[in-house]
């Protein structure tokens, strides 16, 4: 459930929970801008920076988020990326958010940005991206104490906030300033409100330089502080395995959604990165689906993967809404799975907070319409829909500051160092070679997303595996009977419709598979596997959809109109998750891998291609530190 607020007669909203208001009663604008915003030296602190990135601690309805906003907007000398990092464990409604915010007449539009994307905040980590991914929020729902101790991160100035130490005493004390602390690197600076003692005593312990500042009314004074401790902070004593980089030139190997989504993500943050493709055009491989399912996946633990699928359909539903065009390209037009094992799939809480914004039980009224019995085992995917990976892939690659290089088979890549005529060394790069030894490409860092083909690149040095997938498809005419209204899945998934030829003359495609054949990589399928395949995905559909597979017999059963046929190879890794990280930071610093998506690509790609980014650049991860680690290359 989301936090209940009141509203005081002057339009302050006031916490029954804490017994005091969220700002004081000037209003919170003042504040947001001269204690925070001003207090840490903003803007002025992050002129020219590739990054700045803040923490604050409670979000609240988010007011000094909104200020920081429009002050970078408003900087011609602003970095090229916002981090904002700001935890909240009662997190308010979006309607109640919209009212207090939209307040502000100069800060409305933000605020209505927000409020369109201040959905679904279950406990953990959630990034929300505005101005196409240069500001980026990222909030930590839960427990500041808690959150900040198992997530990693480090920030360059902090907004201490929160009701008073007299209201809510755990979010001042010792040990969550201990866990802030944790954040900061020698000279990040602080600010905050209170200029309380015991508040300034638990700073001074944690290492922080504490000074007085004029306060803005009603309070007297305000408490600035810079993190200088006079020990050695503990987590600078420790080699960083891969040590964050600037924004540089960099190779990305692979022009699917892997490679696609990689180069965009650092392309936004100001590198110049070279696409490396052995086809002539993006999404020659995998990700050249004609059309694709993306939609969170349930458990009744919440595991893992359901964790790391919500993270990633929420990127893919910001990304793919800047590039792509609506009914077109792709639709968010949600994804009905049908549980064909009898489970619910969902938790019994589901229902009783944020997570009915994600997934909810198949209401009857989707049963019916996709020809279902009312008593289906089945969920309505809110946030799922359908898109071309080959239209996205291109869309990303198109992006400023990546260049396309297709036609350069990849057949080794080599570390080369040099020395200058003096005798001093130069910079190490990495060289991509062709099958006869020439360099085609240098970097000094290569980013490996080649899919299957990775494993070659790799030198097989992880156990991957090849999958080759088949689909059925065909195109309708656009005055035949809908299959279904929507997409579904569960058992193998169905794209009923899309526009084929961008909608002319009135023909729809329908997508229907896909088969999975580990340990095979034979392309073209012979004439045999592609009847095989055939009949596997004619199967699914007739359990998936009953009512929608005698729509497409006639297509299935004639060898004469038989579907037509796309197959190839996916890449996954044992435990059936991608792979995100440095190859081997000691012995091949500068090597990255994205690969190993497998069936998921167009649910985690994007998510993938922003962690990479991150954790390249030491920036706040896009997702909790778990399951991050469940990504990283440094489990293999």
């Known amino acids: 459930m989301t936090e209940p607020i009141e509203w005081l007669p002057d339009g302050t909203p006031y916490s029954a929970r804490f017994g005091d208001r969220y700002h004081s009663e000037n209003g919170g604008l003042?504040?947001?801008?001269?204690?925070?915003?001003?207090?840490?030296?903003?803007?002025?602190?992050?002129?020219?920076a590739p990054q700045?990135?803040?923490?604050?601690?409670?979000?609240?309805?988010?007011?000094?988020?909104?200020?920081?906003?429009?002050?970078?907007?408003?900087?011609?000398?602003?970095?090229?990326l916002l981090h904002f990092v700001s935890t909240e464990a009662w997190p308010v409604s979006a309607a109640d958010l919209l009212r207090a915010t939209t307040a502000h007449a100069d800060l409305?539009?933000?605020?209505?940005?927000?409020?369109?994307?201040?959905?679904?905040?279950?406990?953990?980590?959630?990034r929300l991206r505005f101005d196409e991914g240069r500001v980026l929020l990222t909030l930590y729902v839960g427990?500041?104490?808690t959150m900040l101790r198992a997530q990693q991160l480090t920030v360059d100035a902090i907004?201490?906030?929160?009701?008073?130490?007299q209201r809510n005493p755990d979010i001042w004390d010792l040990h969550t300033l201990k866990a802030v602390a944790r954040c900061a690197r020698r000279g990040t600076r602080l600010a905050t409100w209170t200029f309380a003692r015991s508040v300034r005593d638990a700073l001074a312990q944690c290492g922080f330089e504490v000074t007085r500042a004029p306060g803005v009314p009603p309070k007297r004074d305000n408490l600035h502080a810079v993190y200088n401790p006079r020990w050695e902070p503990r987590t600078t004593r420790q080699p960083q395995i891969a040590p964050a980089l600037p924004p540089g030139e960099c190779m990305v190997i692979g022009g699917g959604i892997a490679g696609a989504a990689t180069a965009a993500s650092l392309a936004r943050r100001g590198w110049q990165v070279r696409v490396l493709d052995q086809a002539a055009q993006p999404a020659a491989g995998a990700s050249g689906l004609p059309a694709g399912v993306f939609a969170p996946h349930v458990s009744p633990d919440d595991s893992v993967l359901s964790r790391l699928s919500r993270s990633g359909v929420r990127t893919t539903l910001q990304q793919t809404a800047w590039v792509l065009k609506d009914g077109v390209d792709w639709s968010p037009c949600g994804v009905l799975e049908h549980r064909t094992d009898g489970t619910p799939g969902l938790a019994p809480y589901w229902m009783d907070g944020p997570g009915a914004d994600w997934s909810q039980p198949a209401p009857s009224a989707r049963l019916a319409g996709a020809g279902l019995p009312a008593d289906t085992a089945a969920c309505w995917h809110h946030q799922a829909g359908w898109l071309r990976p080959a239209r996205l892939a291109a869309a990303l690659l198109a992006q400023p500051g990546i260049e396309w290089r297709g036609n350069c088979n990849v057949a080794a890549l080599r570390r080369n160092e040099t020395t200058r005529a003096e005798g001093s060394p130069t910079?190490?790069?990495?060289?991509?070679?062709?099958?006869?030894?020439?360099?085609?490409?240098?970097?000094?860092?290569?980013?490996?997303?080649?899919?299957?083909?990775?494993?070659?690149?790799?030198n097989h040095r992880w156990p991957l595996q090849p999958v080759r997938g088949q689909v059925s498809w065909g195109v309708r005419p656009g005055s035949a009977t809908p299959l279904a209204p929507f997409p579904a899945n569960g058992h193998g998934n169905l794209v009923p419709a899309f526009p084929w030829d961008d909608g002319a003359g009135g023909h729809m495609a329908w997508v229907m598979g896909s088969t999975f054949e580990r340990d095979i990589d034979t392309l073209p399928p012979s004439a045999t596997d592609v009847q095989a395949a055939h009949a596997a995905n004619w199967?699914?559909?007739?359990?998936?959809?009953?009512?929608?597979?005698?729509?497409?017999?006639?297509?299935?059963?004639?060898?004469?109109s038989a579907p037509r046929t796309w197959a190839a190879v996916r890449c996954t890794a044992l435990d059936?998750?991608?792979?995100?990280?440095?190859?081997d930071a000691v012995e091949l610093p500068g090597l990255w891998v994205n690969t190993a998506m497998g069936a998921r690509g167009l649910t985690l790609a994007l998510l993938c291609g922003e962690l990479l980014a991150a954790r390249l650049q030491g920036e706040p991860l896009p997702l909790d530190t778990k399951l991050a680690k469940a990504l990283g290359s440094e489990r293999l």
Do not use: M
């Open 427 to 458: 910079d190490p790069v990495w060289q991509a070679l062709d099958a006869q030894g020439a360099v085609i490409g240098e970097a000094p860092v290569v980013i490996i997303a080649a899919g299957a083909g990775s494993l070659d690149l790799l």
């Open 143 to 145: 427990d500041t104490q």
């Open 108 to 126: 409305a539009p933000l605020a209505e940005e927000l409020h369109r994307q201040w959905w679904g905040l279950l406990p953990g980590v959630h």
């Open 576 to 583: 059936r998750l991608p792979i995100v990280g440095p190859v």
């Open 159 to 165: 907004y201490l906030d929160g009701f008073s130490p």
């Open 539 to 560: 199967a699914k559909l007739q359990t998936l959809l009953p009512r929608a597979a005698p729509e497409l017999k006639p297509e299935f059963a004639s060898s004469s």
């Open 30 to 48: 003042d504040q947001a801008r001269k204690v925070f915003l001003h207090g840490c030296g903003l803007p002025a602190a992050w002129a020219g």
């Open 52 to 80: 700045w990135r803040i923490l604050e601690t409670g979000f609240g309805f988010g007011l000094n988020f909104l200020v920081t906003w429009a002050a970078w907007r408003a900087d011609p000398a602003r970095p090229t």
